[in-house]
């Protein structure tokens, strides 16, 4: 048993370390919010692929780099943002949320597209675990308003803030509020084309942040 731990922790921080160590440090400022997002899939899991071959892997990282480029930028800099894969590479849901829970994450939000054999589905769906703990009403908060931010300033037509039982949410219930935020539809032409547009990269970015300030409350409620 002692060798099996040994194997798995070995494993587990060789996976960290292909990242630059200062990805991972705690240098966040007494007054930052932690804020873990998770693109998902990653390496040899492409995710959805789309009509004109999109990878999922490909626009959700895009999206969680920009993110950190907006954050730091910010004169507020409110945010210390890690993610839970900065390049091409295969992280398991376990780790992620392993990792998650050492960075002391104030929120997490995993990152996907979607996909459809109708080729019409369209819009975001934004999901919370269905399991409940002190964490849910943040986590229903935070989806309900990303899905109000995403509708109005996008467009996106919203299919919904649904409960469900993926890993990275059952296992983020009881520490962080998490959401998983489906981002449209690669099988859609449309969605697929907005989403491998650099400048909506940006907004999408822009305005999870947003999404999340204004979930904090950080108006009116810095973090001491």
């Given at each position: 048993?002692?060798?099996r731990?040994s194997?798995?922790?070995?494993?587990?921080?060789?996976?960290?370390?292909i990242f630059?160590?200062e990805?991972y440090?705690?240098t966040e400022?007494?007054?930052q919010f932690v804020?873990v997002?998770?693109?998902?899939h990653g390496?040899s899991?492409?995710g959805?692929v789309?009509?004109?071959?999109n990878?999922e892997?490909d626009?959700?990282l895009?999206?969680a780099?920009?993110?950190?480029r907006?954050?730091k930028?910010?004169?507020?800099n409110?945010?210390?943002i890690?993610?839970t894969?900065?390049?091409?590479?295969?992280?398991?849901l376990?780790?992620?949320?392993?990792?998650?829970?050492a960075?002391k994450a104030d929120?997490f939000?995993?990152l996907h597209?979607?996909?459809?054999?109708?080729?019409r589905?369209?819009?975001i769906?934004i999901?919370?675990?269905n399991?409940i703990?002190?964490q849910s009403n943040e986590?229903v908060?935070?989806?309900y308003?990303?899905?109000?931010e995403?509708?109005?300033?996008?467009?996106?037509?919203?299919?919904?803030?649904?409960?469900?039982?993926?890993?990275?949410l059952?296992?983020?219930?009881?520490?962080?509020?998490a959401?998983l935020?489906?981002?449209g539809f690669?099988?859609?032409?449309?969605?697929?084309?907005?989403?491998?547009?650099?400048?909506?990269i940006?907004?999408?970015a822009s305005?999870?942040l947003?999404?999340?300030?204004?979930?904090?409350?950080?108006d009116?409620?810095?973090?001491?």
């Amino acid at each position: 048993m002692e060798l099996r731990k040994s194997i798995f922790s070995i494993f587990f921080f060789s996976t960290i370390a292909i990242f630059p160590i200062e990805n991972y440090s705690q240098t966040e400022k007494a007054n930052q919010f932690v804020i873990v997002v998770d693109p998902g899939h990653g390496g040899s899991d492409p995710g959805a692929v789309g009509i004109n071959g999109n990878k999922e892997k490909d626009v959700v990282l895009k999206i969680a780099r920009e993110m950190i480029r907006i954050s730091k930028s910010s004169p507020k800099n409110e945010f210390k943002i890690y993610l839970t894969r900065y390049k091409d590479s295969l992280i398991s849901l376990s780790d992620r949320t392993k990792l998650t829970k050492a960075l002391k994450a104030d929120v997490f939000i995993s990152l996907h597209c979607n996909h459809s054999n109708d080729p019409r589905a369209r819009g975001i769906e934004i999901y919370v675990s269905n399991r409940i703990s002190h964490q849910s009403n943040e986590s229903v908060l935070l989806a309900y308003q990303l899905q109000k931010e995403l509708r109005k300033k996008l467009g996106f037509e919203s299919r919904g803030v649904k409960f469900a039982n993926f890993q990275v949410l059952r296992e983020s219930v009881t520490d962080y509020p998490a959401i998983l935020l489906e981002l449209g539809f690669l099988s859609n032409w449309e969605e697929e084309k907005w989403l491998n547009n650099p400048e909506n990269i940006n907004h999408m970015a822009s305005l999870i942040l947003v999404a999340i300030r204004k979930s904090l409350n950080l108006d009116k409620k810095p973090k001491t």
